[in-house]
């Protein structure tokens, strides 16, 4: 689950610059009178992190704050006009926040900028850079910014909750964890805060605690498919896959299940061997988006029926067929039909199996997996000329050399020639070294050394 970088809106951030809480849009803060008085209050109540204003320059600002609620433009060039090396660094902050407003972040960063070199403990002005950074996603600038705003003593819930997002995005999950907890208990209101603890919490295998806090969204906001996708994921984390299970079956009610969660709901119940409700929710996976790829839906079948679930496998089949059969392609299609052939086999029609598989090989004659399953086929059906011929083919195709020879090899054996085995065994283990192979060639050159 990726994260967002941006969570807040673009208005309340503005707000968040401005210092007005009142107001719902940026501009009808500077029509609030309470908000002119602390604007041109005296500076010197903060002396520390605040700059002075001369009374010159506090005129000038009665002048431009009606500006700024009617043509933020006009105000911007009064503004310019009166910054300077020599003036206040509240007039640059301002003019900062103007173009903040305006959605000029390289502007107001220079703003901003201009302030702190002319007061380096300029808070507000080290707080707004930090927003800058983490709107313009220059997350390591922000964490530098946030940083020193709170060594200033400053702090509020959505510069802690942006530091914590700067955080994440660098993968210092510690540190964003701690940033959220501050966010969260200065705006508890706040779901994103806690949405963003529950990640940490997750991405530092703190399950546990990522379940419950999740538990707490969920109650908040039910509808939320977020919140309940995430608390899953604990859980799985925590092993109570059963419980993920009923997460996912909540939201397969609510229709917001998407395929990736039917498909993993459907991967628990095999786990749990729960055949039947894996291959349900396998066949709603493949209902939720025909315009899915084939391949996840196939996978789904062949997992299935090497469980034994041979019948919940084609009814997976059946519903591929018909939800997705139209966007497979060649490879796709010769994959499902080697599938049906597998259960086909499985289920004793090897007859039909073999008309499949043998169609499959015509149209591609280097499909190893079809040459070992038509060899399989002739040693079960006691032809084992015919049976080797295809084991051989398969053999010469790199990437099936290994399980032919010792397909070959069992056969050899069957026959108790056991000295012709060997070799087959020995290059099987070379390409793809195997326990089991290892004992069964060990068992094999024992006995063939009986023989001689």
Avoid at 160 to 168: D, E, I, M, P, T
Avoid at 182 to 198: R, Y
Avoid at 399 to 409: D, N, S
């Amino acid at each position: 689950m990726r994260l967002r970088h941006w969570s807040v809106a673009p208005a309340a951030l503005a707000l968040a610059v401005l210092g007005a809480r009142a107001a719902e849009d940026p501009a009808d803060a500077w029509k609030d009178a309470e908000f002119q008085k602390r604007f041109l209050g005296t500076y010197g109540v903060l002396g520390e992190v605040e700059p002075r204003v001369s009374p010159e320059e506090r005129l000038q600002l009665e002048k431009i704050i009606p500006l700024m609620s009617s043509d933020l433009d006009k105000a911007a060039q009064q503004l310019a006009g009166l910054t300077g090396p020599r003036s206040s660094a509240v007039l640059d902050f301002t003019l900062g926040n103007i173009r903040f407003q305006q959605d000029r972040l390289e502007d107001a960063e220079k703003g901003y900028r201009a302030a702190v070199e002319k007061f380096p403990s300029f808070l507000r002005a080290h707080k707004n850079l930090g927003l800058v950074y983490a709107r313009s996603g220059r997350m390591a600038e922000a964490i530098q910014a946030f940083t020193r705003m709170i060594e200033l003593g400053g702090g509020d819930g959505l510069s802690y909750g942006l530091l914590g997002q700067a955080y994440v995005a660098q993968e210092n999950f510690l540190s964003g964890e701690s940033a959220y907890r501050q966010a969260a208990m200065l705006q508890p209101e706040s779901l994103d805060w806690k949405l963003g603890l529950a990640r940490c919490l997750f991405k530092e295998q703190k399950f546990a605690e990522a379940a419950a806090l999740c538990g707490e969204l969920i109650e908040r906001q039910p509808g939320r498919v977020d919140f309940w996708q995430l608390q899953a994921v604990a859980y799985l984390g925590m092993k109570e896959s059963m419980k993920a299970a009923q997460n996912y079956e909540i939201l397969a009610r609510m229709g917001k299940a998407s395929v990736e969660m039917l498909n993993a709901l459907g991967d628990i119940y095999v786990n749990e061997s729960l055949m039947d409700l894996a291959a349900r929710a396998y066949r709603q996976a493949i209902a939720a988006d025909p315009q899915q790829e084939a391949s996840r839906a196939l996978r789904a079948a062949e997992v299935l029926a090497a469980r034994g679930a041979l019948s919940q496998s084609r009814e997976v089949l059946a519903e591929a067929r018909g939800g997705l059969g139209l966007r497979l392609d060649e490879a796709e299609r010769r994959k499902l039909s080697k599938l049906e052939a597998r259960l086909a086999m499985a289920e004793g029609s090897d007859e039909e199996a073999v008309r499949v598989i043998e169609e499959v090989v015509a149209q591609d004659s280097l499909d190893g997996e079809a040459l070992i399953m038509l060899g399989q086929h002739y040693a079960r059906g006691d032809e084992p000329e015919r049976a080797i011929f295809y084991y051989e083919r398969a053999e010469s195709i790199e990437a099936f050399e290994a399980e032919a020879r010792i397909r070959h090899a069992q056969l050899l054996v069957s026959q108790s020639k056991y000295p012709e085995a060997v070799p087959l065994l020995k290059r099987a283990q070379e390409i793809r070294p195997s326990e089991d192979v290892a004992r069964y060639l060990e068992q094999v050159e024992r006995i063939a050394r009986t023989r001689r």
